[in-house]
Antibody, heavy 123, light 110 residues
Framework: EVQLLESGGALVQPGGSLRLSCAAS????????MNWFRQAPGKGLEWVSS????????YFADSVKGRFTVSRDTSMNTHYLQMNYLRPEDTAVYYC????????????????WGRGTLVTVSS | QSALTQPPSASGSPGQSVTISCTGT?????????VSWYQQPPGKAPKLVIY???KRPSGVPDRFSGSKSGNTASLTVSGLQAEDEADYYC??????????FGGGTKVTVL
């Protein structure tokens, strides 16, 4: 059974840093592209970043480019989102989601999602 | 502002049908048959319910159906049930590793 479990959400001050983790199980971690989404309170979904199945290609939304990075530990089957220079507008529930392919080339579907972890940026 | 346009809300009584539209452009919805729909019940994670315009993942009831005409895709939920009350998001492939999203539609079961 495919499972994704996010952790690491917390209350952090503006300008601070936080690292989110997404522990994956039940599938080939080194094949599927992994993604982060976020949802601010009362708002819609926003794609944040993607890490290709090969672990090399990285993509970021303009809103986080230069501040957020992604990485993975294949021995731990864990995907990470490192968030630096956090702003109040980064406050959201962050979801980890699996792409049903190694990279997006047409039928790009996020077929499994975690339950999310809450990040609050406030002084 | 989202790349794809969805109505903010839709509603129907139990047993009725509700259809949600998702309007894009000739560079995304109109160009590719790669529209997906996600259901997000209150307080829960999104779930894929339609992909490639009109295909259902395993386990999704056949009450959910999708279609597309020109630059507009649609999701229809037939035989509405209380458990269908959720936010629904559409996405479309837009070329070059890019997926664009709609702003979401809140479906209320009256």
């Amino acid at each position: 059974e495919v499972q994704l479990l996010e952790s690491g959400g917390a209350l952090v001050q503006p300008g601070g840093s936080l690292r989110l983790s997404c522990a994956a199980s039940g599938f080939s971690f080194t094949y599927h592209a992994m993604n982060w989404f976020r949802q601010a309170p009362g708002k819609g979904l926003e794609w944040v970043s993607s890490l290709g199945g090969g672990g090399i290609s990285r993509y970021f939304a303009d809103s986080v480019k230069g501040r957020f990075t992604v990485s993975r530990d294949t021995s731990m089957n864990t995907h990470y989102l490192q968030m630096n220079y956090l702003r109040p507008e980064d406050t959201a529930v962050y979801y980890c989601a699996r792409l049903d392919d190694s990279w997006c080339r047409g039928s790009c579907n996020f077929d499994y999602w975690g339950r999310g972890t809450l990040v609050t940026v406030s002084s | 502002q989202s790349a794809l346009t969805q109505p903010p809300s839709a509603s129907g009584s139990p047993g009725q049908s509700v259809t949600i539209s998702c309007t894009g452009t000739s560079s995304d919805v109109g160009l590719y048959n790669y529209v997906s729909w996600y259901q997000q019940p209150p307080g829960k994670a999104p779930k894929l319910v339609i992909y490639d315009v009109n295909k259902r993942p395993s386990g999704v009831p056949d009450r959910f159906s999708g279609s597309k005409s020109g630059n507009t895709a649609s999701l229809t939920v037939s035989g509405l049930q209380a458990e269908d009350e959720a936010d629904y998001y559409c996405t479309s492939y837009a070329g070059g590793n890019k997926v664009v999203f709609g702003g979401g539609t809140k479906v209320t079961v009256l």
